[in-house]
């Protein structure tokens, strides 16, 4: 429960490898949008590029609102945001969210993302494509168009989670509800981790919401999608089937 007398603790959770020309935009696009009680919290994989390096100036330069992780290899995505919630919650946030930094998540929609949980209206509230109002960048290659759409059809066949947009990774949580979770127990490591965490909150009952954004593609970096990570996404459905 989020009080109404007070501004919510939040914490933007941005994993990173390999991001440094992107993430000095995401934080003055984070900062620029004057939510009061905002920090941003880097979980850098050892990044080679020099991605930590740039995120520790910007923390220097930060006033205390920016903090860094230091992971010392690459570990994948799930693990990354294991670590970077579980220390949110340690330090008193009231309210996380998932923010990839490639700057594909539009940060003007993060009022949007946050208003029906400081409202009490949803544990849980996903930046959707898929709803009406939500766009796809056209830039966006084709087969990574079918892909995800495809993700969509097959992740709700399986397991009837009832969202339009079960791998979306632009997510705000409140407290509560990632301790329902239970972060330490999460086994999916790279996008899957999106839907386990979906189909975890929604099986213990919590209230999710869908707010439209708009999907812009990367500018500079590369994009994470491996094979390794196609084949974990398309066996954690199954996995989480049969352990249900």
């Known amino acids: 429960m989020i009080s109404d007398s007070l501004a919510p603790a939040i914490t933007v959770v941005v994993p990173t490898y390999n991001e440094r020309e ?17 920090r941003l919290l880097v ?7 020099g991605t930590g390096d740039v995120a520790d100036k910007l923390a220097a330069e930060g006033r205390g609102q920016i903090a860094v992780i ?13 670590a970077g919630m ?7 946030a009231d309210i996380v969210v998932q923010m990839d930094a490639d700057l594909s998540h539009p940060a003007e929609s993060l009022p949007e993302l946050l208003a029906p949980i400081v409202q009490n209206e949803a544990d849980f509230v996903i930046g959707s494509r898929y709803v009406p109002g939500g766009q796809l960048d056209t830039a966006w290659p084709w087969h990574r168009r079918a ?43 790279g996008y899957s981790f999106q839907v386990e965490m979906n189909h975890r909150a929604l099986s213990r009952g919590c209230q999710v919401r869908e707010v439209p954004i708009t999907f812009t593609e990367r500018v500079d970096g590369e994009s994470k999608l491996t094979l390794g990570v ?5 066996l954690t459905p199954w996995r989480l089937l049969l352990r249900r």
């Open 22 to 38: 992107n993430l000095p935009v995401l934080a003055e696009r984070l900062f620029d949008l004057g939510i009061e009680g905002l």
């Open 43 to 49: 979980v850098d994989d050892g990044s080679p590029d």
């Open 70 to 82: 230091h992971r010392s290899t690459k570990d994948g995505l799930g693990r990354a945001y294991v």
């Open 86 to 92: 579980s220390q949110a919650l340690s330090e008193g």
């Open 147 to 189: 892909l995800s759409k495809w993700a969509n059809v097959y992740v709700n066949t399986l397991l009837r989670l009832g969202v339009s947009d079960v791998t979306a990774g632009f997510k705000a949580w409140s407290a509560d509800a990632l301790r329902l979770v239970d972060l330490q127990d999460i086994k999916s490591n």
């Open 230 to 234: 196609q084949a974990e996404s398309a």
